[in-house]
């Protein structure tokens, strides 16, 4: 069965600081998507990771993917309030259309 | 842009109630699903459809039923509504490396 962890669970960080979210998952899988979620709305997707070795970025947020490692991160550099939200991770189980197995999430909060 | 659309944003239902939450896709997606968000647990998936009148069980299928007689529609039924059904239901379409997958904007159910 795919499990899914995400840590940690809440961050608050400053203004301008860099951080690192990490998701771990338990089973071979060859698609890795991140989302962002703000209170009382629905999940955004932010990257989507095909490969070993697949880097994403997109403004202060870059994303990466070690598949041996099982083992993918969320970067945040300079962090502004904009950030603040839950980000999830979520894993496809094995290859094909199958459902997105998620993390628990990591509620962000970035303070002045 | 994908569309997925959730009929009711908010609901309040009795216990006891049959309750129908529905979901449209405009972009021809096989594959749709219905997830529910708890705070502290994450998105679980209920049920899945790879096709129309086909279905499959998620993580948490008891005490819900779901329905898809048209590709772009995809329904959740709770039978007889209970207070442990008071959550955030979200659907999904699509999956597969080109389109990914879209969220609905989420109905937020309260059974009193």
């Known amino acids: 069965e795919l499990k899914v962890e995400q840590n940690p669970l809440f961050l608050s960080m400053q203004e301008g600081k860099n951080y690192t979210i990490y998701c771990n998952y338990s089973t071979t899988s060859d698609r890795l998507y991140w989302y962002r979620q703000d209170p009382g709305k629905s999940l955004e997707s932010l990257f989507v990771?095909?490969?070993?070795?697949a880097v994403k970025q997109e403004g202060r947020l870059m994303a990466s993917l070690d598949t041996k490692a099982r083992l993918s991160t969320l970067h945040i550099t300079a962090a502004v309030h904009d950030l603040s939200a839950t980000y999830f991770c979520a894993v496809v189980s094995g290859s094909g259309n199958t459902p997105l197995v998620f993390g628990k999430g990591t509620r962000l909060s970035v303070i002045a | 842009d994908v569309k997925v659309t959730q009929s009711s944003r908010y609901l309040v239902k009795r216990t006891g109630e049959k309750v129908f939450l529905e979901c449209v896709q405009d972009m021809d997606h096989e594959n749709m699903f219905w997830y529910r968000q708890d705070p502290g647990l994450g998105l679980r998936l209920i049920y899945f459809s790879y096709d129309v009148k086909m279905k499959e069980k998620g993580d948490i299928p008891e005490g819900y039923s779901v329905s898809r007689e048209k590709k772009e529609r995809f329904s959740l039924i709770l039978e007889s509504a209970s207070t442990n059904q008071t959550s955030m239901y979200l659907c999904?379409?699509?999956?597969?490396?080109?389109?990914?997958?879209?969220f609905g904007s989420g109905t937020r159910l309260t059974v009193v």
């Open positions: 999904a379409s699509g999956g597969g490396t080109v389109y990914g997958y879209t």
């Open positions: 990771l095909l490969s070993n070795g």
